[in-house]
């Protein structure tokens, strides 16, 4: 019987179920390279809990949470989508929960438990090997691939790169004549050039919607916590992504509109005047407090030049519609992504240069790519882990199947 020697460069998760799918066909022999432990990437995902899938079970429905990558997913979740995932892990002991905002956990809520029953599997298969150690070069001799590492070099028949979004993949990719599409950091907290801002550090809003004009973006909706710099939460993360290839900076911010109440400004205004001549005898600042918490309507106010204390009823109209304004449209400015808050890497192996029935490369027969070295990034969620199980498991299926 024939045997098939293939190496896999990184052992997170990605490179992990390309290994565990590659490995049914008892004629594969799999070498996995990882610099650290294997899937010590996975620990501090969801904040330790493992946010392993989300809750949309259609194939178009879950490739729209990838700004990037979306039309290629539609064939890889053609092969491995939510269902498959949540199959896979129950197979392997994981049972998992739903979250109200559907994200999937383990019901451990725990990565390590995640971490270890796929590291059992790993074990558990006969014909893989795990080498702990760093893969320092590649490079191709008469079609079969050497993997260089401190103490020399080894020949495959297969070579998967899943380095993720850091690290020498790209380089080895590039190598092999491969293009890289600009790497850029996405779902990160955004720094923020008003300073006013700052004294809200720790008020959280929930479920607002944010315009960013500049980049087309009309309406992006989640909860949002102003950190001691900027923005941070669900919606800060959203747009990072949809602007990680926005050209902005210190001296050419980007403006971004945020919308308290989910309304249209004329709608409010209008709604906003009834209820100021209904509740004539409140303070103003209760009024307001109705629409977001305390501190934040504070701000408003005195940015407003409103005095808290005033009634309702004495607000004049230009103070009411600055205040509808700034509860409909609160502009705001974003100089740079929050240093180290980047959890995913936009950009990687261009699309084009991958099938993605396979994930074999175009350009080099028997060379393969999986998890977040592509240019493919999702939003938060649970949706990036998804990638790396659907592209790792295509990839792993297709080595001489
Ligand atoms: C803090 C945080 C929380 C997150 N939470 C979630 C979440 O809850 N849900 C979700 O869907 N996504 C989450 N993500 C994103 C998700 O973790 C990544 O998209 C995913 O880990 C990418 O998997 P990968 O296998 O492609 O790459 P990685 O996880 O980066 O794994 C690549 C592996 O390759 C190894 N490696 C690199 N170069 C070499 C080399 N030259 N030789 C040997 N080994 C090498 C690395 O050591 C690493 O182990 C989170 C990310 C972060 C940072």
């Not at 320092?136 to 790169?161: C, H, M, P, R, W």
Request: aromatic fraction near 10%; proline fraction near 4%.
């Amino acid at each position: 019987m024939p045997q098939f020697n293939t190496a896999i460069i990184g052992g997170g998760p990605a490179g992990v179920f390309a290994a565990i799918f590659a490995s049914k066909n008892p004629q594969n022999f799999i070498t996995i390279y990882e610099k650290n432990d294997i899937l010590k990437t996975l620990l501090p995902t969801g904040g330790g809990r493992c946010n392993l899938a989300h809750a949309e079970f259609g194939i178009r429905e879950l490739a729209a949470n990838f700004p990037r990558g979306e039309k290629f997913l539609y064939s890889v979740f053609s092969k491995f989508s939510t269902s498959d995932t949540l199959e896979f892990f129950q197979n392997i002991g994981i049972k998992t929960y739903t979250q109200e905002d559907m994200r999937i956990f383990p019901k451990s809520n725990s990565a390590s438990q995640v971490r270890d029953a796929l590291a059992e599997v790993i074990k558990s298969a006969p014909n893989i090997k795990i080498v702990r150690q760093k893969a320092k070069n590649i490079q191709i001799d008469n079609g079969k691939f050497l993997v260089f590492t401190e103490n020399g070099s080894q020949k495959y028949d297969a070579l998967v790169i899943a380095t993720g979004g850091k690290g020498l993949g790209h380089k080895f990719a590039q190598k092999l004549g491969h293009t890289v599409t600009p790497l850029k950091p996405a779902l990160t907290g955004l720094k923020i050039k008003e300073k006013i801002f700052t004294e809200l550090a720790g008020v959280s809003l929930k479920n607002v919607s944010a315009s960013v004009p500049s980049e087309n973006i009309k309406k992006i909706t989640g909860d949002l916590l102003f950190t001691h710099n900027g923005i941070s939460g669900p919606l800060a993360f959203k747009i990072s992504s949809f602007c990680a290839y926005a050209d902005y900076g210190e001296n050419a911010p980007l403006a971004v509109k945020l919308n308290i109440v989910g309304e249209n400004f004329e709608d409010f205004d209008k709604y906003l005047a009834e209820k100021l001549k209904n509740e004539a005898r409140k303070d103003i600042s209760n009024v307001v407090c109705e629409f977001a918490p305390k501190r934040f309507c504070d701000l408003l106010l005195r940015t407003a030049n409103i005095d808290g204390s005033q009634k309702s009823g004495q607000i004049s109209k230009c103070g009411r519609q600055k205040l509808a304004k700034m509860l409909t449209g609160l502009e705001f400015h974003a100089i740079s992504p929050l240093k180290g808050g980047e959890i995913v890497t936009a950009g990687g192996i261009s699309l084009k240069e991958i099938n993605p029935a396979t994930m074999e490369s175009r350009i080099v027969k028997n060379l393969y790519f999986c998890g977040e070295i592509l240019d493919i990034d999702g939003l938060c969620g649970g949706f990036n882990l998804q990638n790396c199980w659907s592209t790792g498991f295509v990839a792993g299926n297709s080595l001489f199947s």
